[in-house]
């Protein structure tokens, strides 16, 4: 009976303490304010649980898994750095998937867990020729841990010149890059170039004649920049082999139209992954709905900008980070139909069982 009393009154004394609390920490958290009741990422998952369990049907389940597990990042290497990168991450088990085609991928179509979907077309001007196999990009290298290792890469380190010896993204987004098929002397156009991972994987083929890098947002441009001053020596950044533009991609083909060997049209989409994992910047936010809604039409004039901008003859690369089809395949379907019977251009679907291939790897080594 005693010790019950003497907790009273231990705690009670506790109590008075209070006082002596700023005042602005004394203020109960605020539940309604910090923290919704339905968060942009539970959205998400309910609108990915309706969609994609009929598109995918008995796959959505272990692409789900996939999708909600912890991202495992891949090293793209910086052929400009004078270190010995490449070394040194296969000496920690790591191993380059663009170039391992000996590895016995298991067949399967989980393959689509890859976060990144791409389409190649060529700019032809007549139907009926026959495509020649997929060309992929020369010189580009991406370093992945195997499967079930959770290790993780440790922040790239500047070389003698200052030049950083990998840029950490997710392998899949290499994939575009590698459909691009970049040849030596190419003029190639990057139409939503920021943040910048895929530009900087297409100036390590190190052949191309003149690359244009452009993005709606100034402010995104300006990181593009730094990256790009983070990796690149400053003689690949004149103005003779580099132009940086902010203008509306969509308005592209008014600009300059039949003018580029190869264009890539990454565009803005719903980011799957993104879009399970992080409440910030969450494009399936409530106060983003009209802009998500808006996405398709977004993405086709953006690519219709895109095959403008080609020239005959040259190929374009659609990609996108989400596996919705309303944002894939049928954003091409009418950007074929629209070329043809707006702008009197015809486009061939290229071949892509390299890139499938590959894709296999990937999902191999369980990126």
């Not at 441009?221 to 990256?227: A, D, F, Q």
Request: charged residues 25%; proline residues 4%; glycine residues 6%.
């Amino acid at each position: 009976m005693a010790l019950l009393v003497d907790s009273r009154l231990l705690m009670r004394r506790v109590r008075d303490l209070r006082c002596l609390t700023p005042r602005r920490h004394r203020v109960k958290e605020k539940w309604a304010a910090t923290r919704t009741k339905h968060p942009p990422t539970s959205l998400a998952l309910q609108h990915f649980d309706a969609t994609y369990s009929i598109q995918l049907g008995k796959l959505w389940p272990s692409v789900r898994v996939a999708l909600l597990s912890e991202r495992k990042y891949g090293a793209l290497l910086n052929n400009f750095s004078h270190d010995a990168v490449l070394a040194g991450l296969e000496a920690q088990g790591c191993r380059d998937f663009t170039s391992d085609t000996d590895t016995e991928a298991q067949t399967s179509e989980v393959s689509t867990e890859e976060e990144s979907s791409c389409v190649s077309m060529k700019k032809s001007g007549a139907d009926g020729q026959q495509l020649p196999p997929l060309q992929l990009s020369p010189h580009i290298k991406c370093s992945v841990f195997p499967r079930a290792d959770i290790a993780r890469f440790k922040p790239a380190r500047p070389d003698m010149c200052g030049l950083l010896g990998y840029y950490l993204m997710d392998a899949a987004s290499v994939l575009p890059c590698l459909a691009l098929g970049v040849q030596e002397g190419h003029n190639v156009l990057d139409l939503c170039a920021a943040p910048g991972g895929k530009t900087l994987a297409l100036l390590q083929t190190q052949c191309i004649g003149f690359l244009c890098v452009n993005d709606s947002s100034v402010s995104r441009t300006l990181r593009l920049k730094k990256v790009l001053h983070s990796y690149v020596p400053k003689q690949f950044l004149n103005d003779e082999k580099l132009r940086i533009t902010s203008f509306d991609g969509t308005k592209w083909g008014e600009i300059e139209r039949d003018t580029f060997d190869r264009v890539l049209v990454d565009v803005p989409c719903t980011t799957d992954r993104h879009s399970l994992m992080e409440d910030d910047n969450n494009i399936f936010s409530k106060n983003r709905t009209g802009e998500r809604r808006k996405l398709p039409q977004l993405q086709l004039e953006l690519l219709l900008a895109g095959i403008e901008a080609a020239c005959p003859g040259g190929e374009i690369v659609y990609s996108t980070c989400t596996l919705s089809q309303t944002q894939n395949l049928s954003v091409v379907e009418q950007a074929i139909y629209l070329a043809r019977e707006q702008h009197g251009i015809n486009l061939q679907v290229s071949h892509t069982h390299t890139l499938n291939h590959i894709s296999e790897i990937l999902w191999f080594f369980g990126t």
